[in-house]
């Protein structure tokens, strides 16, 4: 009998066959061409073992006896020398594995890698470095608030309109979680009593609210200045050195009219788009401007009811989303990207 399936002879042709099977398993040295080896010869459909013994039926009567004898005898040599191979290359690569696991203490420290502040941080890092100069100290207040601190002491009364803008999530207590950080001005104004008064207040706020340029939890930095004599000059001069070094002193800042419950008057604060330089683009719907903050002059109202005489003292305030600074700051599209703690977004935001 020939490998290509000719004629049936005696045990020669089986002698052939161990021979080659012999020569093949000496030149196995891993375990896919352990794996070939064995499919080649003892796999149920194709393999050399199999197609001997299916072809019994062709071999004389007299000879079938022998045959099967020679056939059962080569089949037990090819499991005997695939055991042992595999046995060899277990040791291998056990070997291996412990040579991989050794460590060598004559070798330099791998040093680990480090990770980079988070893009709201960055931003928020920033606007502190900017304001203390100017006298501002931070402050910080619980971001579970009661309704008092949050709307009522801010000028919004139960049935005030401009909740609805607010929408955020309560909980069964009746307390909620806070919508600004406003609440944070309002403990230290009761707090302190007495100005003067300069205080940055950054955190999560959250709202009911959720599309690429929104989030249900987003970051906020605010301002609060109470003193004597200040007047709606100082806001904007302030204003105007904090974005022109927040961004740049090419920057062009535009005050408009606006309403908010805790100021009077009130502005919101544009400045022209960092995207297109103020030439119109789709980020800034053709106009030139991006809206960047709030701001006005605190109402007398807020100040009487944490206790400071409003014929006394005047004040201002301010407050911007951190979210959306550092998404132009750092070409970020999507503001879901600030929350998924993506490794590789963080990687690239380095800061200045």
């Given at each position: 009998m020939t490998q290509n399936g000719g004629s049936i002879s005696d045990s020669g042709d089986l002698e052939t066959r161990l021979a080659e099977f012999r020569r093949q398993a000496g030149e196995v040295s891993d375990r896919p061409g352990w794996e070939r080896l064995r499919?080649?010869?003892?796999?149920?459909k194709k393999g050399v073992v199999r197609?001997?013994?299916?072809?019994?039926?062709?071999?004389?009567?007299?000879?079938?006896?022998?045959?099967?004898r020679l056939v059962n005898e080569l089949k037990q040599t090819v499991e005997a020398r695939l055991e042992d191979l595999d046995g060899e290359l277990a040791t291998q690569e056990r070997a291996a594995e412990r040579l991989a696991a050794t460590v060598d203490v004559t070798?330099?420290?791998?040093?680990?890698?480090?990770?980079?502040?988070?893009?709201?941080?960055?931003?928020?890092?920033?606007?502190?470095?900017?304001?203390?100069?100017?006298?501002?100290s931070v402050a910080e207040g619980p971001e579970v608030e009661d309704d008092f601190h949050n709307f009522e002491a801010l000028?919004?009364?139960?049935?005030?309109?401009?909740?609805?803008?607010?929408?955020?999530?309560f909980l069964a207590d009746g307390r909620l979680l806070r919508t600004h950080t406003s609440p944070v001005q309002i403990r230290t104004m009761l707090e302190r009593r007495e100005p003067p008064i300069r205080v940055l207040c950054p955190g999560r706020v959250y709202r009911n609210d959720n599309d690429l340029r929104h989030s249900p939890v987003f970051h906020q930095v605010e301002a609060l200045a109470v003193d004597r004599g200040i007047t709606l000059g100082d806001l904007k001069?302030?204003?105007?050195?904090?974005?022109?070094?927040?961004?740049?002193p090419d920057t062009?800042?535009?005050?408009?009219?606006?309403?908010?419950?805790?100021?009077?008057?009130?502005?919101?604060v544009d400045i022209t788009c960092p995207?297109?330089?103020?030439e119109g683009c789709k980020v800034c719907s053709g106009t030139g401007w991006m809206e960047i903050l709030g701001s006005g002059m605190v109402n007398p109202r807020v100040l009487a009811g944490c206790g400071i005489d409003p014929k006394v003292y005047s004040g201002f305030a301010f407050g911007l989303g951190v979210d959306r600074v550092a998404m132009i700051r750092y070409?970020?599209?999507?503001?879901?990207?600030?929350?998924?703690?993506d490794e590789r977004l963080l990687r690239q935001v380095t800061g200045r």
């Open positions: 499919l080649e010869w003892l796999g149920r197609q001997l013994l299916s072809r019994v039926g062709e071999v004389p009567a007299e000879k079938r006896r022998d045959y099967g070798l330099p420290g791998r040093l680990p890698r480090l990770g980079s502040t988070h893009p709201v941080n960055l931003v928020v890092r920033e606007i502190a470095e900017i304001f203390s100069p100017l006298g501002y000028n919004f009364p139960v049935d005030h309109p401009a909740r609805d803008e607010q929408d955020t999530f001069g302030t204003l105007e050195t904090f974005i022109k070094r927040l961004f740049s062009g800042v535009r005050f408009r009219p606006s309403y908010f419950p805790f100021t009077e008057p009130s502005a919101e995207f297109c330089d103020g070409g970020i599209p999507n503001i879901r990207l600030l929350f998924e703690s």
